[in-house]
């Protein structure tokens, strides 16, 4: 069964950047394609950005330019590097993989970003 951790949320001024992690463990394929979620309060769930087993990327149009994600799958870790962040990027974030069904969803991690 495969289980997610996020980790490295916080609180930080707008402009400032945090990373995040997620180690994913549990035998998955390397060919998955894994994502990040976030959740603002009272809003859905969307996908921030999203990264193949090849490397290639795909990221929402609000964080285009300002987050990279990326892969370690040595160490079964996906990245959030979020970078002049936004009081409009507070949200729960989560990672998982992007096809459904998904994974069982782990805790998150908050960010809060103040203006």
């Known amino acids: 069964q495969v289980q997610l951790v996020e980790s490295g949320g916080g609180l930080v001024q707008a402009g400032g950047s945090l990373r995040l992690s997620c180690v994913v463990s549990?035998?998955?394929?390397?060919?998955?394609?894994l994502a990040w979620y976030r959740q603002p309060p009272g809003r859905q769930r969307t996908t921030v950005a999203s990264?193949?087993?090849?490397?290639?990327?795909h990221y929402a149009d609000s964080v285009k330019g300002r987050f990279t994600i990326s892969r370690d799958d040595a160490q079964n870790t996906v990245y959030l590097q979020m970078n002049t962040l936004k009081p409009e990027d507070t949200a729960v974030y989560y990672c998982?993989?992007?096809?459904?069904?998904?994974?069982?969803w782990g805790q998150g991690t908050q960010v809060t970003v103040s203006s």
């Open positions: 549990g035998m998955i394929a390397s060919t998955t394609t």
């Open positions: 990264i193949k087993g090849s490397g290639a990327t």
């Open positions: 998982n993989k992007l096809a459904w069904p998904a994974f069982s």
